[in-house]
């Protein structure tokens, strides 16, 4: 999944004074809006804390696409052996929580720098 995380009460960037520590400010909650690259329709709103930098937890309200067996038929129902069996697909709501990575972050940390050269 790939999303954006919204911080309402603004946010200081990465790094923050000098690296890993948590600050009382970097628990402040963002809102997170999120949807699956491969499979349109998956989605999560969410609110999102980043205790340390580049690592997020949320919780929130998930939808995703789930295939469940035609009305009138369940798991147990004894079918004959050139019956097509058609699955429908409906939406699914629920809760939803997780981790994700602030690729951002893990972009600057991991980027090549230049050493400083002679004039």
């Known amino acids: ?6 911080y309402p009460w603004g946010r200081d960037y990465f790094p923050r004074h000098s690296g890993f520590a948590s600050y009382k400010r970097n628990l402040m ?3 997170l809006l999120a949807t699956s690259v ?4 998956n989605a999560v709103g969410a609110v999102n804390w980043e205790p340390i930098g580049g690592i ?3 919780a929130g309200i998930g939808s995703a696409h789930r295939n469940v067996l035609p009305s009138g038929l ?15 697909t409906e939406v699914h709501v629920g809760f939803a929580t997780g981790v994700a990575f602030d690729l951002g972050v893990f972009m600057q940390l991991f980027q090549k720098t230049s050493a400083a050269g002679m004039p």
């Open 1 to 6: 999944m790939a999303g954006i995380a919204w």
């Open 29 to 31: 909650p963002s809102l």
């Open 38 to 41: 491969t499979s349109l329709g």
């Open 56 to 58: 997020d937890l949320f």
């Open 74 to 88: 369940t798991t147990t129902t004894a079918l004959p052996p050139s019956y097509t069996l058609s699955t429908a």
